[in-house]
């Protein structure tokens, strides 16, 4: 006997949540960046790469209205890494940098915390949806079972086989 085909999930959804996400994101930061006067391309790149960490966190919250969690799930990971990338390699190669090198290495090691928290929160995460998965696995496998009656368990209750522990034997005895 074969099991039955997971039902499908609709992507449609998914789809739409990353496209409102991304067309929202591209206008907001062109905007951020087409706004920045002169020489203050910095501070322009440093608010995408705090957006982008925002966007991250929205995507990963947008999960809970998506019947199938990959498509906003991947979209938070898209985010994410764009917003540490920018952080990271606008504090360390921008050639504009107007901060000093404390400065620029207190901003650095702030970055570096949140992306450490950041890292750990999907460590932990990852083990939630293993967890997750097995327990739909295990619920689906005893829906598939056929439904038992209080029959059933009223005759187990008496069977001597069900109800009985086995003998003991002492130690030492074959």
Known sequence: MS???PPRRPVGIGIAII???AVVAALLF??????QPGNSHFYGLITIGILSLV??????LAQAAAPDPTAPRALSWGFAGLGFA?????VVFAPSNPLNPIAQ?????????FLGATLLGAYWRV??????????????????QPPRSALDY??????????????STPKGSP
């Not at 009223?154 to 003998?167: G, L």
């Open 55 to 60: 966007f991250a966190l929205a995507a990963y």
């Open 3 to 5: 099991t039955p085909a």
């Open 86 to 90: 920018l952080l990271v390699g606008t």
């Open 105 to 113: 290495l207190i901003v650095l090691i702030v970055i570096l915390l």
């Open 127 to 144: 083990g939630t949806v293993a967890t997750a998965r097995a327990r739909l696995e295990r619920r689906d496998q005893w829906k598939a």
């Open 19 to 21: 496209a409102v996400f």
């Open 154 to 167: 009223a005759a187990a209750q008496h069977d001597p086989e069900v109800t009985q522990s086995p003998p």
């Open 30 to 35: 062109t905007a951020v960046y087409l706004t």
